[in-house]
């Protein structure tokens, strides 16, 4: 049975962990030349441990159409904070948020969470 605080550490590959303020800006300094998507994950959440496990089992994305960053913003708040000023996005968790050219173009949360809500919008 999945246990969704077995995998809190383990991520799918292809993505990126963002750990501070100066990566979030690299991040989005890159979403100029490819698209970029912010996954903010709480770690003691439940909801968001199966938002994760959903992205994760489903991932196909080539790491040529975007770059998936991953935020544990339990252990970097200071960044989901950057996040949310820097994109003008409100703050949830879980949170998805697709950016291109700089800007935020689509966020969801909780349970809106799906690799195709992405995908229809790169």
């Given at each position: 049975?999945?246990?969704?605080?077995?995998?809190?550490?383990?991520?799918?590959?292809?993505?990126?962990?963002?750990?501070?303020?100066?990566?979030?800006?690299?991040?989005?300094?890159?979403s100029?030349?490819?698209?970029?998507?912010?996954?903010?994950?709480?770690?003691?959440?439940?909801?968001?441990?199966f938002a994760?496990?959903?992205?994760?089992?489903?991932y196909?994305?080539?790491?040529?159409?975007?770059?998936?960053?991953?935020?544990?913003?339990?252990?970097?708040?200071?960044?989901?904070?950057?996040?949310?000023?820097?994109?003008?996005?409100v703050?949830?968790?879980?949170?998805?948020?697709?950016?291109?050219?700089?800007?935020?173009?689509?966020?969801?949360?909780?349970?809106?969470?799906?690799?195709?809500?992405i995908?229809?919008?790169?």
């Amino acid at each position: 049975m999945w246990n969704p605080f077995s995998s809190r550490e383990n991520l799918h590959q292809s993505w990126q962990t963002i750990q501070s303020v100066k990566e979030l800006d690299d991040a989005i300094a890159e979403s100029h030349l490819k698209p970029i998507i912010l996954f903010k994950h709480s770690t003691s959440c439940s909801r968001s441990a199966f938002a994760k496990h959903r992205l994760e089992s489903s991932y196909s994305l080539s790491p040529d159409a975007a770059t998936f960053y991953y935020l544990d913003l339990l252990n970097h708040r200071d960044v989901s904070n950057a996040i949310a000023a820097e994109l003008n996005v409100v703050h949830q968790s879980p949170q998805i948020i697709l950016v291109k050219k700089g800007k935020a173009v689509f966020n969801t949360s909780h349970e809106s969470i799906s690799l195709r809500s992405i995908e229809e919008r790169l």
